[in-house]
């Protein structure tokens, strides 16, 4: 009923910058928290950054002051900026969001990930 769709993924040198953006689709009242997370291999997926629908943000520490997410209400749709890109940012990104549907149940849906890899 509801679609994630990720875009922006890809391969950049350490350094440098990345957009990603995650628009949602189908049956949708509103559309509550959305959030981007990670997950790198062998490590467990976490979150790394998540934004309301009234526009407060948090980050994971190890992206702050580099990462900025964002959203546009009126496209349902939550950006990523990633800059100073590190080695260690390497991971797939998923992003999650909380969606009031037709029904008026809040369901919680992912996308199908999108792969971020940063050269040293």
């Known amino acids: 009923q509801v679609q994630l769709v990720e875009s922006g993924g890809g391969l950049v040198q350490a350094g440098g910058s990345l957009r990603l953006s995650c628009a949602a689709s189908?049956?949708?009242?509103?559309?509550?928290?959305m959030g981007w997370f990670r997950q790198a291999p062998g490590k467990q997926r976490e979150l790394v950054a998540r934004i309301t629908s009234g526009g407060s943000t948090n980050y994971a520490d190890s992206v702050k002051g580099r990462f900025t997410i964002s959203r546009d209400n009126a496209k349902n749709t939550v950006y990523l900026q990633m800059n100073s890109l590190k080695p260690e940012d390497t991971a797939v990104y998923y992003c999650?969001?909380?969606?009031?549907?037709?029904?008026?149940?809040?369901?919680?849906?992912w996308g199908q990930g999108t792969q971020v890899t940063v050269s040293s």
């Open positions: 189908g049956s949708i009242f509103s559309v509550n928290a």
């Open positions: 999650n969001s909380k969606v009031v549907i037709a029904t008026m149940m809040e369901y919680v849906y």
